[in-house]
């Protein structure tokens, strides 16, 4: 199983990124996909999840609004749109996959891609 992360890098506040997390050898319309994110010193939390079929989403409080979650499962691949980028999203983004149902405890999580918020 391989979840790889793309679309980080800097980006002045304000402004947007699209994150992408692509997903192989595992049935991807069975699993949950989570974005996650751990900025220095600081613990891993949960930013956002949308269930398989794309049919629930959540959100962390501080990105409500900004940021969208969203997947395309025949391209197994799972989207964070980040908008109106602030300074306190500096972090690394993980992408996971959460099993459900018969792949429940068969979780997987990328390596993350950095994403820099600064003038």
């Known amino acids: 199983v391989q979840l790889v992360e793309s679309g980080g890098g800097l980006v002045q506040p304000g402004g947007s990124l699209r994150l992408s997390c692509a997903a192989s050898?595992?049935?991807?319309?069975?699993?949950?996909m989570t974005w996650h994110r751990q900025a220095p010193g600081k613990e891993r939390e949960l930013v956002a999840d949308?269930?398989?079929?794309?049919?629930?989403?959540n959100y962390t409080f501080s990105v409500k609004g900004r940021f969208t979650i969203s997947r395309v499962d025949a391209k197994n691949t799972v989207y964070l749109q980040m908008n109106s980028l602030k300074p306190e999203d500096t972090a690394v983004y993980y992408c996971?996959?959460?099993?459900?149902?018969?792949?429940?405890?068969?979780?997987?999580w990328g390596k993350g891609t950095l994403v820099t918020v600064s003038s």
């Open positions: 996971s996959a959460v099993g459900r149902g018969p792949y429940y405890g068969m979780d997987y």
């Open positions: 949308i269930t398989s079929a794309g049919g629930s989403t």
């Open positions: 050898g595992l049935p991807f319309m069975r699993y949950t």
